[in-house]
């Protein structure tokens, strides 16, 4: 993905529409149903949206275990996806490594769960 061209331009009005907000993993735990290795996460996006569910491929950099606690960036207005036997209720983003393998998006000072990315 690494090599994909860049998207067409689109209005700030279009990106306005994505709603992209961090949360705090409070839950964790290996998807070995999965077609490819994924972690299934419940995050904290704080009172206004809940705890979200959701699946991600980050098996190659994280161990569940480690997850909990950690703030992440995710889209929250994505109609849920089922992913197997599992509903995923947001897109948890990510940027692919030099081998493909997704490193999660996350601020690097503590903010407030909740917040929205502009």
Do not use: C, W
């Not at 860049?6 to 529409?17: E, T």
């Not at 999965?34 to 098996?59: C, E």
């Not at 950690?70 to 030099?98: H, W, Y």
């Amino acid at each position: 993905m690494s090599g994909a061209s860049v998207a067409p331009q689109i209005g700030f009005d279009d990106f306005l529409r994505v709603d992209i907000r961090v949360g705090t993993v409070i839950e964790a735990e290996p998807y070995p149903e999965a077609r490819k290795p994924a972690i299934k996460l419940r995050i904290d996006f704080g009172p206004q949206i809940g705890v979200k569910r959701s699946s991600a491929q980050i098996t190659r950099h994280y161990a569940p275990e480690a997850l909990v606690g950690k703030q992440v960036v995710a889209v929250v207005n994505f109609p849920p996806r089922q992913i197997g036997k599992f509903m995923s209720e947001v897109l948890t983003l990510g940027v692919p490594d030099e081998s493909g393998e997704v490193v999660l998006l996350s601020p690097t000072v503590a903010v407030p769960d909740g917040g929205r990315m502009f």
